[in-house]
């Protein structure tokens, strides 16, 4: 008995195991299924099929690059140990 893994913040999607695309390491803030929304940073209105220019579309990227964007980005610690 596993606990559904929360996919999308926006909507709520759950999915039932990890399934190989970022969503099992990241939970994701919007996905396909959910309804267009306001962006917080730039107040567009934005969706998949139209994402604002602030929306990082993580679809498509690798794992890897995925971590070196929010490496880069600074706002998420990949490294625990703190590199120095
Ligand atoms: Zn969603
Ligand atoms: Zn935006």
């Known amino acids: 008995m596993t606990n559904p893994i929360l996919a999308c913040r926006g909507c709520g999607a759950t999915k039932p195991e990890p399934d190989g695309t970022p969503t099992d390491l990241f939970t994701s803030l919007h996905c396909g299924d959910c309804p267009p929304w306001t962006c917080d940073d730039c107040g567009q209105t934005c969706s998949m099929q139209e994402p604002c220019q602030c929306w990082i579309v993580l679809d498509g990227m690798s794992i890897a690059d995925i971590k070196a964007v929010f490496a880069a980005d600074g706002t998420f610690n990949t ?5 120095r």
């Open 79 to 83: 490294n625990p140990e703190g590199g």
